[in-house]
Protein backbone atom coordinates (compact mmCIF):
# COMPACT_ATOMS: atom_id res chain seq x y z
CA UNK A 1 0.00 0.00 0.00
CA UNK A 2 1.55 3.21 -0.97
CA UNK A 3 1.75 5.61 2.18
CA UNK A 4 3.06 8.94 3.69
CA UNK A 5 4.02 9.38 7.35
CA UNK A 6 5.02 12.23 8.86
CA UNK A 7 6.13 13.23 12.43
CA UNK A 8 5.76 14.82 14.39
CA UNK A 9 1.83 15.60 14.18
CA UNK A 10 2.68 19.20 16.18
CA UNK A 11 5.73 20.98 16.75
CA UNK A 12 5.85 24.11 19.37
CA UNK A 13 9.06 25.63 19.39
CA UNK A 14 10.88 29.09 20.24
CA UNK A 15 11.45 31.89 17.43
CA UNK A 16 14.97 31.10 16.65
CA UNK A 17 15.16 27.19 17.03
CA UNK A 18 16.18 24.84 14.22
CA UNK A 19 13.01 22.79 12.85
CA UNK A 20 13.11 19.49 11.62
CA UNK A 21 10.16 17.57 9.99
CA UNK A 22 10.46 13.97 8.96
CA UNK A 23 8.47 12.15 6.28
CA UNK A 24 9.03 8.69 5.34
CA UNK A 25 7.33 6.50 2.49
CA UNK A 26 6.65 2.85 2.01
CA UNK A 27 7.79 2.11 -1.39
CA UNK A 28 9.61 3.64 -4.39
CA UNK A 29 8.85 6.93 -5.72
CA UNK A 30 8.85 9.43 -8.65
CA UNK A 31 9.56 12.80 -6.60
CA UNK A 32 8.36 14.17 -3.25
CA UNK A 33 6.65 17.29 -2.84
CA UNK A 34 7.05 19.94 0.83
CA UNK A 35 4.13 22.17 0.76
CA UNK A 36 2.89 24.95 3.36
CA UNK A 37 -0.49 25.50 4.32
CA UNK A 38 -1.54 28.25 6.45
CA UNK A 39 -5.01 28.96 8.71
CA UNK A 40 -6.57 29.85 5.24
CA UNK A 41 -6.67 26.82 3.39
CA UNK A 42 -4.07 27.91 0.46
CA UNK A 43 -1.10 25.85 -0.32
CA UNK A 44 1.89 26.67 -0.84
CA UNK A 45 4.73 24.59 -2.86
CA UNK A 46 8.31 24.76 -1.50
CA UNK A 47 10.26 22.34 -2.59
CA UNK A 48 9.71 19.06 -4.83
CA UNK A 49 13.22 16.64 -5.02
CA UNK A 50 13.77 13.41 -6.27
CA UNK A 51 17.40 13.31 -4.84
CA UNK A 52 19.41 14.84 -2.62
CA UNK A 53 18.77 18.43 -0.93
CA UNK A 54 17.56 21.75 -1.73
CA UNK A 55 17.81 24.99 0.09
CA UNK A 56 15.85 28.16 -0.31
CA UNK A 57 16.22 30.74 2.19
CA UNK A 58 15.72 29.47 5.60
CA UNK A 59 14.50 25.91 4.17
CA UNK A 60 16.43 23.10 3.22
CA UNK A 61 14.87 19.93 2.16
CA UNK A 62 16.44 16.65 1.99
CA UNK A 63 15.50 13.11 0.89
CA UNK A 64 17.41 9.49 0.82
CA UNK A 65 16.07 7.40 -1.86
CA UNK A 66 17.47 4.44 0.31
CA UNK A 67 15.87 4.69 3.15
CA UNK A 68 12.91 6.41 1.92
CA UNK A 69 12.89 9.50 3.89
CA UNK A 70 12.41 13.07 3.73
CA UNK A 71 13.19 15.77 6.14
CA UNK A 72 12.37 19.67 6.03
CA UNK A 73 14.57 21.94 8.01
CA UNK A 74 14.09 25.76 8.98
CA UNK A 75 16.52 27.40 10.26
CA UNK A 76 16.33 30.56 12.42
CA UNK A 77 12.50 29.83 13.00
CA UNK A 78 9.90 32.99 13.18
CA UNK A 79 6.59 33.39 14.14
CA UNK A 80 5.59 34.01 10.14
CA UNK A 81 6.73 30.29 9.72
CA UNK A 82 4.11 28.89 11.89
CA UNK A 83 1.89 26.93 9.38
CA UNK A 84 0.98 23.10 8.73
CA UNK A 85 3.82 21.51 6.45
CA UNK A 86 2.53 18.54 4.51
CA UNK A 87 4.60 15.93 2.61
CA UNK A 88 3.28 14.32 -0.26
CA UNK A 89 4.77 12.21 -3.20
CA UNK A 90 4.16 11.03 -6.55
CA UNK A 91 4.08 7.03 -6.56
CA UNK A 92 5.02 7.11 -10.07
CA UNK A 93 2.26 8.92 -11.20
CA UNK A 94 0.79 12.75 -11.27
CA UNK A 95 -1.56 11.91 -8.55
CA UNK A 96 -0.25 13.02 -5.17
CA UNK A 97 -0.09 11.07 -1.73
CA UNK A 98 -0.36 13.21 0.90
CA UNK A 99 0.81 12.88 4.60
CA UNK A 100 -1.34 13.82 7.12
CA UNK A 101 0.21 17.36 8.07
CA UNK A 102 2.68 18.89 10.70
CA UNK A 103 0.85 21.56 12.54
CA UNK A 104 4.30 24.24 13.30
CA UNK A 105 4.02 26.69 16.18
CA UNK A 106 6.93 29.31 16.58
CA UNK A 107 6.62 31.17 19.63
CA UNK A 108 8.25 34.54 19.71
CA UNK B 1 0.05 36.41 -14.17
CA UNK B 2 -2.64 35.04 -12.14
CA UNK B 3 -2.53 31.48 -10.26
CA UNK B 4 -4.96 29.20 -9.86
CA UNK B 5 -8.84 30.69 -9.10
CA UNK B 6 -11.33 28.47 -7.64
CA UNK B 7 -14.95 29.90 -7.27
CA UNK B 8 -16.79 29.79 -5.15
CA UNK B 9 -14.52 30.70 -1.66
CA UNK B 10 -17.38 29.31 0.64
CA UNK B 11 -20.44 27.36 -0.07
CA UNK B 12 -23.23 26.33 2.31
CA UNK B 13 -25.15 23.38 0.87
CA UNK B 14 -28.00 21.06 2.55
CA UNK B 15 -27.85 17.32 2.13
CA UNK B 16 -28.99 15.73 -1.28
CA UNK B 17 -28.38 18.97 -2.96
CA UNK B 18 -25.79 18.94 -5.63
CA UNK B 19 -22.98 21.31 -6.21
CA UNK B 20 -20.52 22.55 -8.62
CA UNK B 21 -17.03 23.70 -7.88
CA UNK B 22 -14.85 25.58 -10.87
CA UNK B 23 -11.09 26.06 -11.03
CA UNK B 24 -9.37 27.88 -13.61
CA UNK B 25 -5.32 26.67 -13.97
CA UNK B 26 -2.55 28.79 -14.47
CA UNK B 27 -2.11 29.96 -18.25
CA UNK B 28 -0.26 27.39 -20.45
CA UNK B 29 -1.06 24.21 -17.95
CA UNK B 30 -3.27 21.66 -19.49
CA UNK B 31 -3.37 19.25 -15.89
CA UNK B 32 -5.90 19.73 -13.95
CA UNK B 33 -6.14 18.10 -10.53
CA UNK B 34 -8.68 17.60 -7.19
CA UNK B 35 -8.46 17.20 -4.09
CA UNK B 36 -10.82 16.92 -0.76
CA UNK B 37 -9.27 18.04 2.56
CA UNK B 38 -11.58 16.90 5.19
CA UNK B 39 -10.69 19.07 8.43
CA UNK B 40 -7.58 17.87 10.31
CA UNK B 41 -6.27 15.50 7.55
CA UNK B 42 -4.06 15.92 4.47
CA UNK B 43 -5.72 15.89 1.41
CA UNK B 44 -7.29 13.15 -0.93
CA UNK B 45 -7.03 12.86 -4.58
CA UNK B 46 -10.33 13.03 -6.46
CA UNK B 47 -9.44 12.98 -10.23
CA UNK B 48 -6.61 14.48 -12.35
CA UNK B 49 -7.60 15.45 -16.22
CA UNK B 50 -5.44 16.55 -18.78
CA UNK B 51 -6.24 17.70 -21.97
CA UNK B 52 -9.81 17.04 -21.47
CA UNK B 53 -9.50 13.41 -20.67
CA UNK B 54 -9.90 11.82 -16.97
CA UNK B 55 -5.93 10.62 -16.24
CA UNK B 56 -6.58 8.93 -12.67
CA UNK B 57 -9.39 8.81 -10.04
CA UNK B 58 -9.64 8.52 -6.62
CA UNK B 59 -11.14 6.31 -4.08
CA UNK B 60 -14.32 8.48 -3.89
CA UNK B 61 -18.19 7.60 -5.29
CA UNK B 62 -19.93 8.14 -8.52
CA UNK B 63 -21.08 11.08 -6.65
CA UNK B 64 -17.92 12.96 -7.46
CA UNK B 65 -17.67 13.89 -11.36
CA UNK B 66 -15.33 16.07 -13.40
CA UNK B 67 -14.81 17.85 -16.31
CA UNK B 68 -12.27 19.80 -18.20
CA UNK B 69 -12.96 22.29 -20.72
CA UNK B 70 -11.14 23.11 -24.35
CA UNK B 71 -9.70 26.21 -22.45
CA UNK B 72 -8.17 23.83 -19.57
CA UNK B 73 -10.60 25.33 -16.62
CA UNK B 74 -12.28 22.39 -15.06
CA UNK B 75 -15.34 21.84 -12.73
CA UNK B 76 -16.20 19.14 -10.23
CA UNK B 77 -19.77 17.75 -9.35
CA UNK B 78 -20.83 16.65 -6.22
CA UNK B 79 -24.70 14.88 -6.25
CA UNK B 80 -26.78 14.14 -3.41
CA UNK B 81 -24.42 15.83 -0.87
CA UNK B 82 -23.86 14.31 2.41
CA UNK B 83 -22.77 15.66 5.64
CA UNK B 84 -19.31 13.75 5.18
CA UNK B 85 -18.83 16.01 1.92
CA UNK B 86 -18.30 18.96 4.05
CA UNK B 87 -14.44 19.77 3.41
CA UNK B 88 -12.28 22.16 1.52
CA UNK B 89 -12.47 21.24 -2.01
CA UNK B 90 -8.39 21.98 -3.58
CA UNK B 91 -7.46 22.12 -7.23
CA UNK B 92 -4.30 22.16 -8.99
CA UNK B 93 -2.46 22.81 -11.98
CA UNK B 94 0.35 21.71 -13.46
CA UNK B 95 2.37 22.03 -16.67
CA UNK B 96 1.82 18.21 -18.22
CA UNK B 97 -0.44 14.94 -17.26
CA UNK B 98 1.86 12.33 -19.17
CA UNK B 99 5.15 10.83 -17.56
CA UNK B 100 7.44 12.97 -15.90
CA UNK B 101 6.74 14.64 -12.85
CA UNK B 102 6.02 18.46 -12.57
CA UNK B 103 5.62 20.50 -9.75
CA UNK B 104 1.89 21.61 -8.75
CA UNK B 105 0.40 24.71 -8.18
CA UNK B 106 -2.77 24.63 -5.70
CA UNK B 107 -5.52 27.44 -5.73
CA UNK B 108 -6.77 28.86 -2.40
CA UNK B 109 -9.90 26.25 -2.33
CA UNK B 110 -13.63 26.03 -1.82
CA UNK B 111 -14.90 25.29 1.44
CA UNK B 112 -17.93 23.28 0.99
CA UNK B 113 -20.22 23.19 4.22
CA UNK B 114 -23.15 20.51 4.00
CA UNK B 115 -25.93 21.14 6.60
Known amino acids: KNEVEQSPQNLTAQEGEFITINCSYSVGISALHWLQQHPGGGIVSLFMLSSGKKKHGRLIATINIQEKHSSLHITASHPRDSAVYIC??????????FGTGTRLTIIP | DAGVTQSPTHLIKTRGQHVTLRCSPI?????VSWYQQVLGQGPQFIFQYYEKEERGRGNFPDRFSARQFPNYSSELNVNALLLGDSALYLC??????????????FGPGTRLTVT
Open chain 2, 92 to 105: ASSLTGTGGIYEQY
Open chain 1, 88 to 97: AVNFGNEKLT
Open chain 2, 27 to 31: SGHKS
